[in-house]
C-alpha cells in the first residue's frame, strides 16, 4: 500500500449523516484521487486534484465533496445527498499532468446502517 | 468516461499453470496498466505498457497491446497459489489525466 494511508479501516453510518474518509500521503505526490468500488466491479473516479488548492469532478461525483488544502491530504466528504453509500473506497496518488503509475491506500468500507 | 472489459470475469487453474486474461478498451490510450488487488484491499501497480509498445516483460508478467484491436492481455507465467487475486487493467485515454479501469478478472490458483 505504500506511503499511502487511509483511515478509518471500516465506517458505518446512519442514514442521513455525512461522514469524511481522510487519505494521507508521504509520497510527495502531486496528484490524489479517490474511487468507489462496488463488488464485482472496477474502480469508478469519483474526484480528483493535481496540485493543492485545485480537484475536478469524475465520473461519479454527486452526493460527495473533496478538499485540497495541503499536498499530503485529499479527504472524501459522503454527504447524506449520496443515495447508496455503501461502497470501498479507495484513495491514489501519482504524478501531476502524467497517467502512469497509480498508488493506492488501502482502502475505508462504508456501510450505510 | 466507458470503463474496459476484462475477459474472463473468473479463471481457476492449478498451481503450476499459465493464466491469461484479457482486456479491451474503447478508446486511443496513452497506456495501459494492470493492476492487482487481494480482496478487501487496495491495488498494487503490476506494469505499464505505453501505446507504442507491443510486449512487455516482467518477472513472470507478460504484457501485450494490440492498439488496433484495442485489447491487451496480461499473462502470469507457473501461477502460484500467492497470485489468487482480483486484476484489473486501467487504460489512460489520449488526453485525459484519467485511468479507466475494467471490472476485473478474479483468479484463483489451486494449489
Known amino acids: 500500500d505504500g506511503g499511502i494511508t487511509q483511515s478509518p479501516k471500516y465506517l458505518f453510518r446512519k442514514e442521513g449523516q455525512n461522514v469524511t474518509l481522510s487519505c494521507e500521503q508521504n509520497?510527495?505526490?502531486?496528484?490524489m484521487y479517490w474511487y468507489r468500488q462496488d463488488p464485482g466491479q472496477g474502480l469508478r473516479l469519483i474526484y480528483y486534484?493535481?496540485?493543492?488548492?485545485?480537484?475536478q469532478k469524475g465520473d461519479i461525483a454527486e452526493g460527495y465533496s473533496v478538499s485540497r488544502e495541503k499536498k499530503e491530504s485529499f479527504p472524501l466528504t459522503v454527504t447524506s445527498a449520496q443515495k447508496n453509500p455503501t461502497a470501498f473506497y479507495l484513495c491514489?496518488?501519482?504524478?501531476?499532468?502524467?497517467?502512469?503509475?497509480?498508488?493506492f491506500g488501502p482502502g475505508t468500507r462504508l456501510t450505510v446502517l | 468516461s466507458q470503463q474496459g472489459e476484462e475477459d474472463p470475469q473468473a479463471l481457476s487453474i492449478q498451481e503450476g499453470e499459465n493464466a491469461t486474461m484479457n482486456c479491451s478498451y474503447k478508446?486511443?490510450?496513452?497506456?495501459l496498466q494492470w493492476y492487482r488487488q487481494n480482496s478487501g484491499r487496495g491495488l498494487v501497480h503490476l506494469i505499464l505498457?505505453?501505446?507504442?509498445?507491443r510486449e512487455k516483460h516482467s518477472g513472470r508478467l507478460r504484457v501485450t497491446l494490440d492498439t488496433s484491436k484495442k485489447s491487451s492481455s496480461l499473462l502470469i507465467t507457473a501461477s502460484r497459489a500467492a497470485d489468487t487475486a482480483s486484476y484489473f487493467c486501467?487504460?489512460?485515454?489520449?488526453?485525459?489525466?484519467?485511468?479507466?479501469f475494467g471490472k476485473g478478472t478474479k483468479l484463483s490458483v489451486i494449489p
Open positions: 486501467a487504460s489512460s485515454d489520449a488526453g485525459s489525466y484519467q485511468l479507466t
Open positions: 505498457i505505453r501505446s507504442n509498445e
Open positions: 509520497l510527495n505526490h502531486d496528484a
Open positions: 486534484s493535481q496540485i493543492v488548492n485545485d480537484f
Open positions: 491514489a496518488s501519482g504524478t501531476s499532468g502524467s497517467t502512469d503509475t497509480q498508488y
Open positions: 478508446t486511443s490510450i496513452n497506456n
